[in-house]
């Protein structure tokens, strides 16, 4: 596993524990050589976004019981693919991010002042829907 940095150079935080998310299912965006799909990007969920992602044949909406997903709903957060956010991006789909929560790997792939472009606002006493 890749150090826990976030996008903005700080501790990695958690990004949902439910549904549980992560490439290694911690609740966490971390990465290592073995992700190949670089699950390193905390997304606020939107309905605008399932409905992309369900079109493009990631259907993330869905429940499917024998690998233990829940399906997801608009609100909840969730690891995403690098290249699947920056895909809904260039679709006009991307879903909000939490940064604080984003692996810096993302960088690879994202531009910081895209994600910066549909960040939430975070405090000390949440995360809140507002844009900045």
Same mark, same amino acid.
Request: one cysteine or more; hydrophobic letters at 40%.
């Given at each position: 596993? @890749?150090?826990?940095?976030? +996008? ?6 958690? !990004? !949902?524990? /439910?549904?549980?998310?992560? /490439? @290694? ?5 971390? &990465? ?7 699950? &390193? +990007?905390?997304?606020?969920? &939107?309905?605008?976004?399932?409905? /992309? ?24 957060? *969730?690891?995403? !693919?690098?290249?699947? *956010?920056?895909?809904?991006?260039? $679709?006009?789909?991307?879903?909000? %991010?939490?940064?604080?929560? &984003? $692996?810096?790997?993302?960088?690879? +792939? ?9 960040? +939430? %606002? ?5 995360? $809140?829907?507002?844009?900045?």
């Amino acid at each position: 596993m @890749y150090e826990s940095i976030n +996008v903005l150079g700080g501790k990695l935080n958690p !990004c !949902c524990k /439910f549904p549980m998310t992560g /490439f @290694y299912r911690d609740g966490s965006c971390n &990465t290592g050589p073995d992700d190949a799909g670089m699950h &390193t +990007v905390c997304i606020r969920v &939107t309905d605008a976004f399932l409905a /992309f992602s369900k079109r493009a044949g990631n259907d993330l909406s869905t429940p499917m019981p024998e690998y233990d997903f829940p399906g997801l709903i608009a609100g909840d957060q *969730w690891c995403l !693919c690098a290249l699947r *956010w920056q895909e809904a991006f260039e $679709h006009d789909a991307a879903p909000n %991010v939490v940064l604080s929560s &984003t $692996h810096i790997a993302t960088l690879e +792939v994202v531009k910081i002042a895209d994600l910066k472009k549909h960040a +939430v %606002v975070e405090s000390e006493e949440g995360m $809140h829907f507002d844009e900045i």
